[in-house]
């Protein structure tokens, strides 16, 4: 461990953070470890490279923005609906096909102890949202007669829990070997000074790297080639707090496989001009996400001739991509954003310090900044009561509540 420390040591005073090993003699040896490993393996230069970001804050460049095309599900002719349908079921049934799920999150703001995922929503079920998930892929085990391999992003925090849970429920019915764990990327907290911070046990404190990471956190971890080697060639990727997502959908896949695009996304049509979402658009001629807080009063409430937002296919975070870009995508570094948040953290002298105020910089990638890497996409709009039922909040819209309604309406509960 002595060369490590000395290893850590002088790579800390290259980049003026010392202060990491400050407390280090009062760690365990399992904690000295993982704050050595951790030194050695964070990118120090590129953490110097996003202080020098929060200097200058995010400038959105001076895009030209403009709406996007869609198709609407519920208006697809019986023709298209039968071609697109026929196309989708046959790159299931054929073993073409996975799904990713991003589970990092804890369930925290609905007031539960442990991974998202576990979250009972209140149905008389009791059924978790994973298990809820996981019923949309044996429903497609039934009817395709395939077992959809299930990717499932954790967190360096709840992955064992997750695991745990998947263990005790017997991975709700669906074959252990078709589902894979693997685990989002992290990115140290800086002050505003840009050093990194320290937790209360004294290692570093460290935040996830946004869902833009889920495609790096893939291809770290192995899973695009665990893909190719399975043969498959599309695959969808979706948070795990919507009960209502399509996880395995014929027609999204047939729809963007006819229109020669290497990737697709669900939409919602957004409640009003003022309702505080991302909307799918052009960016200088590319498919992209504008978010609410990017566009003018009179963009957002721009209609056209019938009566529709010019700026309201609103992003779902559902999304289809062909294998042959997702590789691409991975090696490629999204950019970062920058949240200023409040973070408990030690100083320099051993004292436990509990901001009243933001103290501190969380970088985070955003999935939906790869789309100006593509040509074009499709974009499918779906009813919100058929497709979209998030939990994010405890009380309110977005809530155990709203989600349990409609899911209940959805699948005729009541």
Not at 113 to 140: M, N, Q, R, V, Y
Request: glycine share 8%.
């Amino acid at each position: 461990m002595e060369e490590k420390y000395l290893a850590a040591k002088q790579k800390l005073e290259q980049y003026h953070q010392e202060h990491l090993l400050n407390f280090f003699e009062k760690l365990s040896e399992k904690e000295k470890v993982k704050l050595l490993d951790d030194i050695l393996t964070i990118d120090f230069s590129q953490m110097e490279d996003l202080f020098e970001l929060t200097k200058k804050g995010e400038v959105f460049k001076d895009s030209k923005i403009e709406p996007i095309s869609y198709i609407e599900k519920a208006k697809i002719s019986e023709e298209n609906r039968k071609k697109y349908i026929q196309i989708g079921e046959e790159i299931i049934r054929t073993g073409k096909y996975a799904v990713v799920t991003m589970a990092g999150g804890q369930g925290t703001r609905l007031g539960h102890d442990g991974p998202k995922g576990t979250f009972d929503i209140g149905l008389a079920s009791h059924k978790s949202i994973f298990e809820i998930l996981c019923e949309k892929l044996k429903e497609a085990r039934n009817t395709y007669q395939v077992d959809i391999p299930w990717y499932i992003m954790t967190s360096e925090e709840n992955n064992d829990d997750t695991k745990n849970f998947f263990e005790e429920h017997d991975y709700f019915g669906y074959p252990k070997n078709c589902v894979a764990f693997f685990t989002q990327g992290k990115l140290p907290m800086l002050d505003q000074e840009g050093k990194i911070l320290l937790t209360e046990d004294g290692t570093i404190k460290q935040a996830a790297d946004g869902h833009g990471g889920v495609f790096e956190s893939m291809r770290r971890n192995g899973i695009i080639y665990d893909m190719i080697s399975k043969g498959i060639e599309w695959t969808f990727i979706g948070l795990v707090d919507n009960v209502l997502a399509k996880i395995v959908d014929p027609i999204l896949i047939g729809l963007t496989i006819d229109q020669k695009v290497l990737a697709s996304g669900t939409s919602i049509v957004k409640r009003d001009p003022t309702e505080r979402v991302g909307v799918y658009c052009k960016r200088d001629g590319k498919p992209g996400v504008v978010e609410y807080t990017e566009i003018t009063k009179e963009m957002s409430e721009a209609r056209d001739e019938n009566g529709e937002l010019f700026y309201g296919e609103a992003n779902m975070l559902c999304n289809l991509f062909s294998i042959k870009v997702l590789d691409e995508i991975a090696n490629n570094k999204l950019a970062y954003h920058i949240a200023f948040k409040k973070a408990k953290y030690i100083d320099s002298k051993g004292n436990l310090i509990v901001p009243e105020k933001p103290n501190a910089y969380k970088f985070e990638t955003f999935l939906f900044d790869v789309f100006g890497t593509l040509d074009d996409m499709a974009i499918l709009r779906v009813k919100r009561e058929e497709e979209f039922a998030p939990v994010k909040n405890a009380e309110g819209a977005d809530s155990p509540a709203t989600a349990r309604k409609l899911y209940e309406d959805y699948y005729h509960l009541n």
